[in-house]
């Protein structure tokens, strides 16, 4: 069965850090871009970010990026998301996503798994 | 970068049609044939329902298709079904990032 779980969510002060991860089974992993999406609670998707099969292309939202990291390790077919300087605007669930193609720049999300919720609060 | 422009709700009947409309710039929906649609019911996760503007995914109901005109795309639900009532998402490259549309309110009467 094609599944991606994620985990690593939680309650976070603001300022503090969080780091996401996002397990594959099912496919083969490297041969796909990977990307996350999230979700404020009640509100429209947003993409964070996006990586290519071998990690050569990397992209961020203008909201996120400086702030968050976006990694992937094949070997272990698990995606990433290290999440820094955290702000309440970052609370949302953070869905891991399958991109149809290896590279980045068609981007269409085939597979999501059922995200991980992070709250940041003081 | 700003999202695109989608109507907050849209409804119809068992059976009739509708269409969403996705409305986006040059540097997104209209300079690249890379919009997406997904669908989204509560508490679950988004699928996807047409990429690259008009291809459907295994799986997904030939009634769903797919177009695009300029700076707008838009998705078309033919013989609407009662499963059919969900939020729908576009999505459009938009050259080293992605945007998302706000969501459709799809109401099947």
């Known amino acids: 069965e094609v599944q991606l779980v994620e985990s690593g969510g939680g309650l976070v002060q603001p300022g503090r850090s969080l780091r996401l991860s996002c397990a594959a089974s099912g496919f083969t992993f490297d041969d796909y871009a990977m990307h996350w999406v999230r979700q404020a609670p009640g509100k429209g998707l947003e993409w964070v970010s996006g990586?290519?099969?071998?990690?050569?292309?990397?992209g961020y939202a203008d909201s996120v990026k400086g702030r968050f990291t976006i990694s992937r390790d094949n070997a272990k077919n698990s995606l990433y998301l290290q999440m820094n300087s955290l702000r309440a605007e970052d609370t949302a669930l953070y869905y891991c996503a399958k991109d149809i193609k290896q590279w980045l720049g068609k981007d269409a999300f085939d597979i999501w798994g059922q995200g991980t919720m992070v709250t940041v609060s003081s | 970068q700003s999202a695109l422009t989608q109507p907050p709700s849209a409804s119809g009947s068992p059976g009739q049609s509708v269409t969403i409309s996705c409305t986006g710039t040059?540097?997104?929906?209209?300079?690249?044939?890379?919009v997406s649609w997904y669908q989204q019911h509560p508490g679950k996760a988004p699928k996807l329902m047409i990429y690259e503007v008009s291809k459907r995914p295994s799986g997904v109901p030939d009634r769903f298709s797919g177009s695009k005109s300029g700076n707008t795309a838009s998705l078309t639900v033919s013989g609407l079904q009662a499963e059919d009532e969900a939020d729908y998402y576009c999505?459009?490259?938009?050259?080293?990032?992605?945007?998302f549309g706000g969501g459709t309110k799809l109401t099947v009467l």
């Open positions: 999505s459009s490259y938009a050259g080293s990032l992605v945007v």
């Open positions: 040059s540097s997104d929906v209209g300079g690249y044939n890379y």
């Open positions: 990586i290519s099969w071998n990690s050569g292309s990397i």
